[in-house]
């Protein structure tokens, strides 16, 4: 098992801070949040993407995710939205990121039209992310927050570069079991995405293990090679405690339901 933390927990991070942080605390990668407040994101100039590349590589982390914020499901032309698609799978080839990142956005669309929108865009998206040997995974959240919904989508797509990743909050929320998101989401699963929250009305991050979550049931779904990535929402709770205090002990967590020892920090 491989281990990752999302940069929406360190808020305002420069690049080296990000990488020492993941070596420090034992980690492997990183989930980058691309937005235009961060280092990175699609309007960063080649020098600063080729200097990130660097960074992590010296510090022997993998950028695994460019986490960007185009919606797939979204109302209106798809134009706007296949170019934000297209400029992050760039971003993460520049960056020798595995995988991009996307949601649903849906709204209040009916679900027809919502996943009529997603199965065009991530169609056309997805032999592009191929060639540059990226995976577009589209998020279980907002619209789409089960993995029923979000397989639903993924089946009509039908190619190997567009998945799905498993935020574990969201099918919570809509009430579906670990158990049928493992099953609905096979074959379609690039990584699985964990946090903890006190309640389904309280979601202020919490450290791992101290809420409600079914973490072990979500954490057995994931393969031996694959990946868990920590989401700690720092960004939008900036009440919530400081995450880099707890990442070694997140990390010891996750390993913990993963069945083996973490790596000696």
């Known amino acids: 098992m491989k281990y990752a933390f999302s940069t929406l927990g360190i808020p305002g991070r420069t690049v080296a801070e990000t990488a020492s942080l993941a070596a420090e605390h034992g980690f492997d990668g990183v989930e980058l949040r691309a937005h235009a407040e961060e280092p990175l994101h699609p309007g960063t100039p080649a020098a600063d993407r080729a200097a990130a590349v660097r960074t992590f590589a010296a510090a022997g982390i993998t950028i695994l995710t460019v986490a960007g914020y185009a919606k797939v499901a979204a109302a209106g032309e798809d134009d706007p939205v296949l170019a934000e698609l297209l400029s992050l799978v760039v971003l993460a080839a520049d960056l020798g990121a595995a995988f991009v990142r996307v949601f649903p956005g849906g709204g209040h669309l009916a679900e027809r039209e919502a996943d009529a929108h997603a199965v065009r865009r991530l169609s056309a ?60 989401l096979a074959g379609h699963l690039g990584y699985v995405q964990v946090k903890d929250v006190a309640s389904a009305t309280e979601l202020t991050p919490l450290a791992l293990g101290a809420g409600v979550l079914p973490l072990a049931e979500a954490v057995a779904a994931v393969p031996p090679d694959g990946w868990l990535c920590w989401e700690y929402e720092k960004r939008w709770y900036p009440d919530a405690a400081e995450l880099p205090g707890q990442l070694t002990r997140g990390r010891e967590h996750l390993a913990a339901l993963a069945g083996r020892a973490g790596p000696t920090v």
């Open 125 to 184: 998206a997805a032999p592009f992310a191929e060639r540059h040997g990226v995976r577009i995974l589209l998020e279980t959240h907002d619209s789409h927050r089960t993995g029923a919904a979000t397989a639903r989508v993924l089946d009509r797509v039908g190619h190997p570069a567009a998945g799905a990743l498993w935020d574990v909050l969201h099918p919570w929320l809509g009430g579906e079991s670990p158990e049928d998101s493992r099953q609905a």
